[in-house]
């Protein structure tokens, strides 16, 4: 330490004795007081064109140490005695105090929640949000309804034993469909699993969802996932993966390389309340806030995760107010208010693209099914609970209440779009059904360029297993 400090002192001399500055430079900017004001010194263009390395190196450091954090009052003057005084350290100026004051574990207030439209679709007055079409907003409430209808018939294909898994969004419909309909395609998204809205509005058809489910031959996962790890290149939606939160991370990264690239684009990825007690969540968040990735962070604080309710993943007030604590801008939004949501994130993509710099957005809903087909969530939840969220603060219907006030929606419309979206939907996975699977070997393609002797072994194995035991194997797989 000590001999750091003499190199830095030698360097700052020699910088001096370079430019010929007059006075004497303090080497611990550690501590000092307003009377005896330390100010470390600010790079002057002129002393970053010296092309000594060495010095270039000091100013740079010493200007970036100070210059990132930035607290919403810098302080400037103060009358009490030892209140006077200040430390300037990396990020900005610390008062002192000779209070012995914790900090609360808690804000007086919760974070507000920002909504739009009311539990019957009113505009709420005085609320600023951004305006959308009749086009838009139709196509909004129709693969808000597509969604809820796809839940449906799949999860019915899977209780009568026609797929192995499903897991459905119902509840947060307006989460899905207005957060990708404020995004561009460019964008691209790290979902967790209960976004395939996102996929559904960029143009995935009901046929490539049918596909993944039953995981035939036109899986874009080659039959290799459980159903709903859907992924496409062409819609940039990276594939599904059940660890929870390793996507968040991976978003980070890829909004950094877009910035490197200069594209008008960002990165967005979805987790839930659950994933917010991942370590993943921690690293990612501060990772974007110290390189000013342009990321949007969009926590679905659905309640639960599984059978744990947010009471046991955390004592903050939510995900929210972890944003502040990164350095990261962040909104609470009603996730169940579809032109709130469409708003925030219309407004978080421009300042993330604009200003580099990630947001986070938690937001407010429900799940309102089971965690999966493998869970029964009466078993641990009350069902009052659920019928509440489920009749009182369904998004689809608020949303259908507002675009039908607009005149944009009728009773007809909604039964004719009800039907055909049924009847694509069952067609869908009668084709889906009846086509042949992706080969057994494929099992093991797309990992290693010349697949190594243990897996060609295992190869071999599995396919003398199949032989061996034909009754107990599917026979649509071929080899
Ligand atoms: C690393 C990891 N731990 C545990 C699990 C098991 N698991 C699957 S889903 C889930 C709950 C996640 O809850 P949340 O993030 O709130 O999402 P939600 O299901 O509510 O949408 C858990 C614990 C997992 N898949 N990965
Ligand atoms: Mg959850």
Known sequence: MALCMRKSLNLINLLKSKIGLLGTINPSPWASTLSHHHEFPVPSPTIQNLGNSDADWIVKASSRRFKWTKAEKQLSSRNDDDDNKVLDFPGGKVGFTPEMRFISESPEERTRCYRVLDEEGQLIIGSNFVQVSKELAVKMYTDMVTLQTMDTIFYEAQRQGRISFYLTTIGEEAINIATAAALSIDDHVFPQYREPGVLLWRGFTLQEFANQCFGNKFDYGKGRQMPIHYG?????????????????????????????????????????????????????????????????????????AISTPTSDQFRSDGAVVRGQAYGVRSIRVDGNDALAIYSAVHAAREMAISELRPILIEALTYRVGHHSTSDDSTKYRPIDEIEWWKLARDPVTRFRKWIESKGWWSGEAESEFRSSVRTQLLHAIQVAEKLEKPPVADIFTDVYDVPPSNLQEQEKLLKETIKRHLQDYPSDVPS
């Not at 967005?268 to 806030?289: I, P, Q």
Request: aromatic share 12%; charged share 15%; hydrophobic share 40%.
């Open 232 to 304: 496409s290149n062409k819609h940039n939606y990276f594939t599904v993966s059940s660890t929870i939160a390793t996507q968040i991370p991976h978003a980070v990264g890829a909004a950094y390389s877009l910035k490197m690239d200069r594209k008008e684009a960002c990165a967005v990825t979805y987790f839930g309340d659950g994933g917010t007690s991942e370590g993943d969540f921690h690293a990612a968040l501060n990772f974007a806030a110290v390189m000013e990735a342009p990321v949007i962070f969009i926590c679905r604080n659905n309640g639960w």
